[in-house]
Nanobody
Framework: QVQLVEFGGGLVQTGDSLRLSCAAS????????MGWFRQAPGKDREFVAA????????FYTESVKGRFTISRDNAKSTVFLQMNSLKPEDTAVYYC????????????????????WGQGTQVTVSS
């Protein structure tokens, strides 16, 4: 079965950087569109970033544009989220998500578009 495991969360200060990784297994990774979502305490889970199967196309929520970068290594079945200039409002549990895509350049930005989810990793940014 498909398994997604996130790594790299932690406690950092405002302005610091973190790199999240999500290792996938049980799937042909290069056939899956990938995404990152986050859920802050008391809030709904929200979209952060998406990347197409090929890695050519990416998309970000407005609040992280210019600070976060999503990338993938299909040979290692891993998707990354590089987070720079972190702010306290970035504090959340971060989840990676995967969904099979026939289209090489498809981006999936909706939570309901993903059928596979990781368990999440906590990111806490102190002020």
């Amino acid at each position: 079965q498909v398994q997604l495991v996130e790594f790299g969360g932690g406690l950092v200060q405002t302005g610091d950087s973190l790199r999240l990784s999500c290792a996938a297994s049980g799937l042909t990774f290069s056939l899956y569109a990938m995404g990152w979502f986050r859920q802050a305490p008391g809030k709904d889970r929200e979209f952060v970033a998406a990347i197409s199967r090929s890695g050519t196309n990416t998309f970000y929520t407005e609040s992280v544009k210019g600070r976060f970068t999503i990338s993938r290594d299909n040979a290692k079945s891993t998707v990354f989220l590089q987070m720079n200039s972190l702010k306290p409002e970035d504090t959340a549990v971060y989840y990676c998500a995967a969904e099979y895509s026939r289209l090489v350049d498809l981006l999936i930005t909706s939570e309901v578009g993903y059928g596979h989810w990781g368990q999440g990793t906590q990111v806490t940014v102190s002020s």
